[in-house]
């Protein structure tokens, strides 16, 4: 139990376009949701939490007019990069809270070229 | 603001040797997490860590945690290849003003076990 699925795994697109991400709790629902983002050879970065019903909560540092959530269901959170340019290459892993646990996602990695 | 430190970053030890990676944290915490990260793949849960004291063991891994030093640690025992890949240690904190857990991350140990 407590599957997290996300989609795409991988995605390449080029400079400019945006790109969405969809995290997905297979098996359970989820009000909350985080969103992450890992450089290589670093750790996790939560980016923004995901609340089912509501406006998402940003960290600092983070645009919340580039990286667009919308939790619109208890087992569905996006993620839309935005006009993406090559720095925003990374891998991206969202997780899903049940109770007070969180389950990880496989990750999207993105590529802008 | 909760710190959550890792030593060592980096640790490159031979077969059938056993080593400790430590995770240190700032504030007071009442839960403690290990994930393992294989590359290109995201986290798998190992230990979740609830109490002073406690102890949880899988195979040649052993994580333990003391609450009042706020430091755990995460053992190999007998180390074998398969297990080369990043630790990491989590800690999580209620959100002031909420009800979200966040989770803070050390930066991990990159664990490579050599033939």
Known sequence: GAVVSQ???RVICKSGTSVKIECRSLDFQATTMFWYRQFPKQSLMLMATSNEG????YEQGVEKDKFLINHASLTLSTLTVTSAHPEDSSFYICSAVL????YFGPGTRLLVL | ELKVEQNPLFLSMQEG?????YCNYSTTSDRLYWYRQDPGKSLESLFVLLSNGAVKQEGRLMASLDTKARLSTLHITAAVHDLSATYFCAVDK???GGSNYKLTFGKGTLLTVNP
Do not use: D, E
């Open chain 1, 7 to 9: 989609h795409p795994s």
């Open chain 1, 54 to 57: 509501s406006k998402a909560t």
């Open chain 1, 99 to 102: 109770g007070r646990t969180q």
């Open chain 2, 17 to 21: 040797k056993n080593y400790t990676i």
């Open chain 2, 94 to 96: 209620v959100k002031s």
